[in-house]
T-cell receptor
Framework: GAGVSQTPSNKVTEKGKYVELRCDPI?????LYWYRQSLGQGLEFLIYFQGNSAPDKSGLPSDRFSAERTGGSVSTLTIQRTEQRDSAMYRCASSLNGGNQRQETQYFGPGTRLLVL | GDSVTQMEGPVTLSEEAFLTINCTYTATGYPSLFWYVQYPGEGLQLLLK???ADDKGSNKGFEATYRKETTSFHLEKGSVQVSDSAVYFC??????????????WGLGTSLAVNP
């Protein structure tokens, strides 16, 4: 079946602009994660959605970042007033059911590479 | 907090050589441990995992054993192929962190295998 998809694959924008990144998780997966990977860094957690529960936003680096998940499926990550330090690969992952299942596996999309000039 | 440390790359090997990529972790509980791989031009994909001490994860000839006494999860393969050239990431998740099973990641190790 279809995997996790992300659009756009690449985005170049100017400092101060607004960007929107999209993630389509695997159908039926209730858990969705956003991560960011800056150059030379490991992936860092940004935000987690689980079903209709309130998201865990503890990883968002500033109030310029926000995300939503509509209908428990597609998610958009938005960055307002972009800065050069926001340049990174943004990765989305979904899993069947977040929670206490030790066998849980996260499936990743191809990522969106964001460059802020 | 929880953290993952893996050996720096790049690692360059000849085909059929033995591979070890070291990974150690710091965690307060009993994390689940993962190796993810990113082949050129592709997304991250799970390579193998282990969820409790002494478990061995294996896939595609790769193995890693969950060693609680040394807090390690080293990745090994007895004979690498050119097609194994990729970036390898070690990661952990804390099963005691509630429903959010976010992954904590190492920095990644780039492997290049020459024919």
């Amino acid at each position: 079946g279809a995997g996790v998809s992300q659009t756009p694959s690449n985005k170049v924008t100017e400092k101060g602009k607004y960007v929107e990144l999209r993630c389509d998780p695997i159908s039926g997966h209730t858990a969705l994660y956003w991560y960011r990977q800056s150059l030379g860094q490991g992936l860092e957690f940004l935000i987690y959605f689980q079903g209709n529960s309130a998201p865990d936003k503890s990883g968002l680096p500033s109030d310029r970042f926000s995300a939503e998940r509509t209908g428990g499926s597609v998610s958009t990550l938005t960055i307002q007033r972009t800065e050069q330090r926001d340049s990174a690969m943004y990765r989305c992952a979904s899993s069947l059911n977040g929670g206490n299942q030790r066998q849980e596996t996260q499936y990743f999309g191809p990522g969106t590479r964001l460059l802020v000039l | 907090g929880d953290s993952v440390t893996q050996m720096e790359g790049p690692v360059t090997l000849s085909e059929e050589a033995f591979l070890t990529i070291n990974c150690t972790y710091t965690a307060t509980g009993y994390p689940s441990l993962f190796w993810y791989v990113q082949y050129p031009g592709e997304g991250l994909q799970l390579l193998l995992k282990a969820t409790k001490a002494d478990d061995k994860g294996s896939n595609k000839g790769f193995e890693a054993t969950y060693r609680k006494e040394t807090t390690s999860f080293h990745l090994e393969k007895g004979s690498v192929q050119v097609s194994d050239s990729a970036v390898y990431f070690c990661a952990l998740s804390d099963p005691n962190a509630g429903n959010n099973r976010k992954l904590i990641w190492g920095l990644g190790t780039s492997l290049a295998v020459n024919p």
